[in-house]
């Protein structure tokens, strides 16, 4: 956790832009689903990158937690900065720690479910309205091309591994996988899903 924050202090894990492949595929199969009013949240917002484009989009009920209060801190004052937005929850949790009083349309999850050690996918799915909407990126499999730094994540969880365990809770409605190329060699490095509530 420590060096989780020591990596935002030093400005490593700062992005200036939201994860192109996850806001993709949100524009393409998500937005229609949801609206302004809809209740959203990002499970591992770090800045904020992506809490910043629903921003954008008009939407008003936007939630954020990451682990790092770092992450938080820098979340807030961009938000803060650019829109003075007080429809923007942002909190620092530990996953396993979390406890929300309200239930969500639509979670945003950019790797944190890769990351959290021992994830039931039932407190996620209790996370959600009925029908709600899971959108993930995730780790595919163990990669060629991604070697995860044991020194900032003690756990990686794969799809390939929890996909049995979320179609207990949820029906996976799309999946996407995310190759990258390592000296010429086509490797599935992640891939984003999204899953419906049951």
Do not use: W
């Amino acid at each position: 956790m420590e060096l989780i924050n020591e990596g935002y202090l030093q400005g490593l894990e700062i992005n200036l832009f939201p994860e192109s492949e996850l806001v993709s595929l949100f524009n393409r199969k998500v937005k229609s689903l949801i609206n302004n009013q809809s209740n959203i949240i990002e499970f591992g917002c770090g800045c904020g990158n992506n809490i910043r484009m629903l921003v954008e989009y008009g939407y008003n009920n936007i939630s954020g937690f990451d682990i790092s209060e770092r992450a938080i801190d820098i979340a807030k004052t961009m938000i803060n900065n650019k829109y003075n937005n007080t429809n923007v929850n942002l909190f620092s949790s530990d996953f396993n720690k979390l406890e929300l009083d309200k239930k969500y349309d639509l979670i945003i999850d950019r790797a944190c479910i890769t990351h959290v050690k021992d994830i039931k996918f039932e407190k996620v799915a209790n996370c959600l309205e009925t029908n709600g909407i899971l959108l993930s990126c995730c780790f595919f499999e163990k990669s060629k091309t991604y070697i995860p730094r044991p020194e900032m994540y003690d756990t990686v969880n794969y799809f390939t591994d929890f996909k049995e365990e979320i179609e207990k809770y949820f029906n996976i409605t799309y999946i996407e996988k995310c190759y990258k190329n390592l000296n010429g060699e086509k490797d599935i490095n992640y891939v984003n899903f999204i899953a419906v509530k049951k």
